[in-house]
């Protein structure tokens, strides 16, 4: 392995906070300031597993069917980030996965890699109503998204507090972030920050 440190960060938010467009935001931030930060890409792996082609394929097969193959995909993504250890990689993912019809769910389970390359934790929020507003206006077909006021409460509530709970288990620092228009700095602004200055004080206490 490289000199270095392996490092990434764990970017939680549930659908509707624009978590994506805000993580490809702070990499071409940081691109542009010519930090090496980039997002893992984990959903290539998963179309690989699940011997899908697209991603739409791949959202179509239960949810629970999905999570089965997330341990070897964690592996595989493990393996890359250690094979350049320089890079502050971002996982753009959940921490709470219901089904299609938001009544059962699962919570991502801590991975035994994470003690040793997770350096952090991002959540992502907003208002309820924007994250409606969100989804509303979402083209996709995304039947595994709700449009219930009330349940997107519940859900970004477990969201938070299931982040909160395995930042303090894994004894690493956390953050949210409030992605809402018009703000100075911007979410992925803030983002940025926060990476850097988390990958700083990792490789100074490592």
């Given at each position: 392995?490289?000199?270095?440190?392996?490092?990434?960060?764990?970017?939680?938010?549930?659908?509707?906070?624009?978590?994506?467009?805000?993580?490809?935001?702070?990499?071409?931030?940081?691109?542009?300031?010519?930090?090496?930060?980039?997002?893992?890409?984990?959903?290539?792996?998963?179309?690989?597993?699940?011997?899908?082609?697209?991603?739409?394929?791949?959202?179509?097969?239960?949810?629970?069917?999905?999570?089965?193959?997330?341990?070897?995909?964690?592996?595989?993504?493990?393996?890359?980030?250690?094979?350049?250890?320089?890079?502050?990689?971002?996982?753009?993912?959940?921490?709470?996965?219901?089904?299609?019809?938001?009544?059962?769910?699962?919570?991502?389970?801590?991975?035994?890699?994470?003690?040793?390359?997770?350096?952090?934790?991002?959540?992502?929020?907003?208002?309820?109503?924007?994250?409606?507003?969100?989804?509303?206006?979402?083209?996709?077909?995304?039947?595994?998204?709700?449009?219930?006021?009330?349940?997107?409460?519940?859900?970004?509530?477990?969201?938070?507090?299931?982040?909160?709970?395995q930042a303090k288990?894994?004894?690493?620092?956390?953050?949210?972030?409030?992605?809402?228009?018009?703000?100075?700095?911007?979410?992925?602004?803030?983002?940025?920050?926060?990476?850097?200055?988390?990958?700083?004080?990792?490789?100074i206490r490592a």
């Amino acid at each position: 392995m490289k000199g270095g440190v392996a490092m990434f960060i764990y970017i939680g938010g549930v659908p509707g906070v624009d978590k994506t467009t805000m993580v490809a935001e702070t990499e071409e931030l940081a691109r542009k300031c010519k930090i090496r930060m980039e997002k893992i890409k984990g959903a290539p792996i998963l179309c690989e597993l699940a011997d899908v082609t697209t991603v739409a394929e791949l959202r179509t097969l239960p949810e629970n069917v999905r999570r089965t193959l997330h341990p070897e995909m964690n592996r595989r993504l493990y393996e890359i980030n250690r094979s350049d250890p320089e890079i502050v990689r971002l996982a753009d993912r959940h921490f709470v996965y219901f089904d299609i019809e938001g009544k059962e769910y699962e919570i991502r389970q801590i991975q035994p890699w994470d003690k040793e390359q997770m350096i952090a934790i991002a959540v992502i929020i907003t208002s309820p109503n924007i994250i409606l507003s969100r989804r509303l206006k979402d083209t996709n077909d995304r039947p595994d998204r709700k449009y219930d006021i009330n349940f997107l409460i519940i859900e970004q509530k477990m969201e938070i507090d299931i982040a909160v709970s395995q930042a303090k288990e894994l004894e690493i620092p956390f953050c949210f972030i409030r992605n809402e228009a018009d703000k100075s700095p911007t979410a992925a602004e803030t983002l940025l920050f926060f990476c850097m200055h988390q990958a700083l004080c990792h490789k100074i206490r490592a």
